[in-house]
């Protein structure tokens, strides 16, 4: 069975310090805005692999694409669009 965009949120959600997520998908792709303090001081690539690892298997078996904003608390204040 194909993951939900809530079910996606959740898996993030349990493995990952957000203040805020969300998913969009059909259930293979998904489009994620999530926002973290764990993403303070790390470039792009280490912020995706800190969300790839929080979904752990999942990335391999159930989701195809994650397309990913990843900001931290600040930057999503200063630019929240952007």
């Known amino acids: 069975m194909l993951p939900t965009p809530e079910q996606v949120r959740q898996y993030i959600a349990a493995n990952l310090d957000c203040e805020h997520i969300e998913v969009r998908g059909d259930g293979s792709h998904f489009e994620a805005l999530i926002i973290s303090p764990a993403f303070e001081g790390k470039r792009l690539i280490a912020r995706h ?10 990335m391999k078996a159930e989701i195809h694409a994650l397309s990913m ?14």
């Not at 692999?49 to 999942?58: F, I, K, N, W």
């Not at 904003?69 to 952007?82: M, V």
């Open 49 to 58: 692999q800190l969300v790839y690892s929080a979904l752990g298997e999942r």
């Open 69 to 82: 904003r990843t900001l931290t608390p600040a930057e999503y204040k200063a630019n929240p669009n952007g």
